[in-house]
């Protein structure tokens, strides 16, 4: 069977192999990119972190500056570093704002004219590009899977995990966009994205925490005090601490609150090896 | 004593925390942009490793892509990140090619007009950076000094110390041009910058160890093996090897082959923390 993807690059690293992968998605409707890392591993099955990247990324920020493969090499775990939006499709305003359109997927699928086209990054992350990956690279564990992300990346890890618990062993967040329908960036996104507001709790992760009625959780989050987001008012990790308080998951949710860390790569890069190991636990790998 | 470096941003990252900062520079008569990662220790005082980038990069690269600061807060080793060149001369051609001229100053103070009126990076680097920085950080320790490298800059880390063997501890490099007097990269620059192909033979790190007269030495240099700069003839670490042996050195210079590593950071991220242990030795911390 021909691979959907095309291999545009195979970078050693940390002993094990970064694919630069490109491939044509349906779901999105253009030609997207992605990182994979494969580790140096004897195992016959591979688990698998997805990181979900921010605002303004691609699948190059987390593969190049979150040190996620150092220690996902050390725990034999594979790393998919998907794109943040769809690329291209030049719906009028698609480019004109950073927090919106190319690179601010928001993880979901869009239902509002015209982003309802092809802006289905919830389809894509969830459904199409897992379904591609693990036919194109059967040693990856499709049983085996978890989900990390950073700020918007961070509300997609959380946001995904808690609407299909079935797909994913764990989720973890740095900096997440916790609580999007109470935030600028989110309210901004959802509004533009999804036709009705009644449509905005199906996709916030606080609000999909109120409601889940799954096993129990154990989601780790991790937030920079000094992160100018927080700050702001992006990020509202506490109403999701007191979401989990209100249906009695409080001890389901760890928040690590890193002093004096801002929202940067130099913030993930200095706690990488805390979500790779949450999930590495989660994984059967730790 | 106000300090000469303007510090535009303060950003913790491994507990520690990388200074972004600018100066105005004597010996380059032009602005100099610089990252310094300043290890949480309570160490009276800080031994350093310069890392010097190569063609193309600033400080930058090394600070956000090269792991070294993981590494080096481990150690409580400081890291200094400066530039590649002076900025914004304007001489004619300075802008013209990726490999002379801007980001590409090659360690070697100039002779050849213009380039002799401001490209003095052996000075800045060896002498004018150095001593503003223990005059405004007094915490570092201008005592316990090593130099590690990528690619120019491993040429940089190479050519400097066996230069100036009273100024630093050790030198190790990533994937060296180990030989620019035999290599295009090389060539182009010191028939740029030199005046008079007599001066070429005072930067080759590989003629400046057939004619060093020191003490033993310990260089450690990695490169890997689908580096394709090394397969073009522009690294020649073969022929740096070959110096030692000529001059019964062989012992003091160990090269580690990296199998399948490239050019990139991602082989660079791989190995930095061969590079740091190699001067956390030299440095007494390890």
Redesign the interface.
Known sequence: MSSPFTVNGT?????GS?LKLSHESTALGCKMALNVFLPATSASKIPVLFHLAGLTCTGDNGA??G?FN?WAAKYGIAMVYPDTSPRGSNHPGEHDSWDFGSAAGFYIDATAEPWSSNYKMETYVTEELPTLLYQAYPALDSSRVSLTGHSMGGHGALSLFLKHPDLYKSASAFAPIANPINCPWGQKAFSGYLKSKEEWVKHDSTELLKSYKGDPLDIFITV?T?DQFLLDGQLLVDNFVAAAKEVGREGEVVVKKCE???H????V??FSQDHVEHAAKHLGVL
């Open positions: 970078v050693k690293t940390f002993g970064l190049e500056k040190f150092h920079g000094a004096g860390y801002d940067s790569y130099y913030y890069s200095s």
